[in-house]
């Protein structure tokens, strides 16, 4: 049985299947959207997923292309920088950028969702099937195959996106036929959320315009904050080892809380309960090609390239795909074969690029950012991005608060940044000891080119 002729589909409802749903509603094209889940709605999110992510410039900037930027700016809370916790209880504040509005931006996921689904649904009509569930794909066909309270059926649209996250069926099912290579690497570290209430004024308990980090080399605490003045504290942590999830439990957690994170122990409302109740996350990284079979679907989001979370870029890199699908439906119309080809084209080297960062980011995260080399780097970027504004962006900056500059591009540059730092620093301790003006030279013979295109 088909479940009606649509001129596009959306299969997953979630952050990038709502803004495309918005994005082609735009176009005039409004998608019907497959989701899972049962409707949506504003209570609590169940736990699970993380509560809240980091909105930086690449996702601002497809939210300003739906024309929706100013609905969701309510729910944000800028961050400016990282505070890093030492074991001692010390605090460094560190900045993400310099430059004016360099800050990204807490946002709780599930009043972003509810956001994003009640625009597409109300204002643009956006039709969604909840508790429809993909489980297949029928490549003789091409169509998705969705099951529901009804049954079985194919789901008969022109196009459709597969924005079901990163467990796709759409991906597993296209790998199973052979369609496409598709892997998914794990990592070796999980996580698990914790809350921190507010203060006992009832104001936050840390400075909410930071990102709180507690980096212990192997493993780390993280704290965003949310609009209620709690904030949502992550651990990453080894699955196996000591110390682990696997060998770590309940009545061991408070211990371990006050041997590594004493001074964010007293913020906690229930650390054992939290631990038992709350589930333990796997993170890992999707590789996948091609997108696409044929003009029937394509894979966007989580689906095509879910990555690791320690450059917080997955929705905004997701939200990117989005934006990039919109200008080639203005440009193409609907020829679907010629938009899901160029789409891939134009996206797959920056999400491969994305995915390595992420992964290097966790050690900085979790380790490099402890040391005096990476204070010194950090000033040292910065100093080069003040002097040389249109020749030297730090790579962080470049990654976060640039959407003009590909990932691709910003991996490159980055790597050729890196190597002119090391020359650059040589020996030396401080910022005093660095001939900045050494550097004039350098960029000229190193990223004359590469920095100007
Ligand atoms: C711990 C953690 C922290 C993170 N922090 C950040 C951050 O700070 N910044 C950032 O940018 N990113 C962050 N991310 C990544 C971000 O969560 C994802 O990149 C983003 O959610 C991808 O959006 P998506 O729409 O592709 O997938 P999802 O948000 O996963 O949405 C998928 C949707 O599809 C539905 N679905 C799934 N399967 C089916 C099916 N078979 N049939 C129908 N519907 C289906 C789901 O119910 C869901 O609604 C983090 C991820 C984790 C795990």
Not at 22 to 48: C, D, K, Q, Y
Not at 49 to 70: K, M, W
Not at 383 to 409: K, N, Q, T
Request: with cysteine; glycine share 8%.
């Amino acid at each position: 049985m088909s479940a009606g002729s649509e001129s596009a589909a959306i299969i997953g409802g979630g952050l990038a299947g709502s803004l495309l749903a918005i994005l082609l509603a735009r176009r005039g094209t409004a998608p019907i959207v497959i989701e899972r889940s049962r409707p949506f709605s504003n209570a609590a999110p169940p736990r699970g997923r993380s509560i809240n992510l980091a909105l930086a410039a690449r996702g601002i900037a497809a939210l300003d292309r739906a024309g929706i930027f100013d609905e969701i700016e309510g729910l944000l809370i800028p961050m400016r920088g990282r505070m890093l916790h030492d074991e001692r209880g010390g605090r460094r504040f560190v900045p993400y950028g310099q430059r004016r509005g360099e800050a990204i931006h807490s946002v709780s996921r599930s009043a972003l969702n509810y956001t994003l689904y009640e625009i597409a649904s109300r204002r643009y009509g956006v039709e969604y099937r909840f508790e429809h569930e993909c489980v297949d794909f029928d490549t003789a066909s091409g169509s998705a195959v969705i099951a529901s309270p009804r049954g079985r059926e194919l789901l008969d649209a022109a196009v459709a996106f597969a924005a079901d996250g990163a467990g796709s069926s759409v991906r597993r099912a296209l790998g199973r036929a052979g369609e496409i290579n598709a892997s998914e690497v794990p990592l070796d570290h999980g996580y698990k959320e914790f809350t921190f209430r507010s203060g006992s004024d009832g104001d936050f308990a840390l400075d909410p315009n930071a990102l709180h980090v507690w980096p212990r080399g192997d493993f780390m605490l993280i704290a965003l904050p949310n609009l209620d003045r709690t904030f949502t504290a992550t651990l990453f942590l080894p699955l196996e080892g000591d110390p682990s999830f696997a060998n770590l439990h309940s009545r061991a957690i408070e211990q371990f809380f006050a041997a590594n994170f004493a001074d964010a122990l007293p913020l906690m409302e229930d650390v054992e309960a939290d631990w038992a109740n709350h589930p333990t996350g796997y993170l890992g990284t999707v590789h996948c090609r091609p997108w696409r079979y044929r003009d029937r679907v394509a894979l966007i989001g989580d689906a095509a390239h879910a990555i690791v979370p320690f450059h917080g870029q997955g929705m905004n890199a997701a939200f990117e795909d989005c934006a990039e699908i919109d200008a080639l439906v203005a440009k193409h119309g609907s020829d679907w074969n010629l938009i899901l080809r160029e789409f891939e084209a134009r996206r797959a080297d920056n999400a491969g690029a994305i995915a390595e960062m992420a992964l290097e980011n966790y050690r900085v995260m979790r380790d490099h950012v402890r040391g005096d080399e990476f204070n010194l780097r950090t000033k040292a970027a910065f100093e080069l991005e003040r002097r040389f504004p249109d020749r030297f962006i730090p790579r962080y900056s470049m990654v976060m608060f640039h959407p003009e500059i590909g990932y691709a591009e910003a991996q490159r540059r980055g790597a050729a940044q890196d190597d002119l730092l090391d020359r650059l620093i040589g020996e030396a301790r401080t910022l005093d000891e660095i001939d900045f003006e050494r550097a004039r030279g350098m960029l000229d013979r190193f990223f004359g080119s590469a920095a100007r295109r």
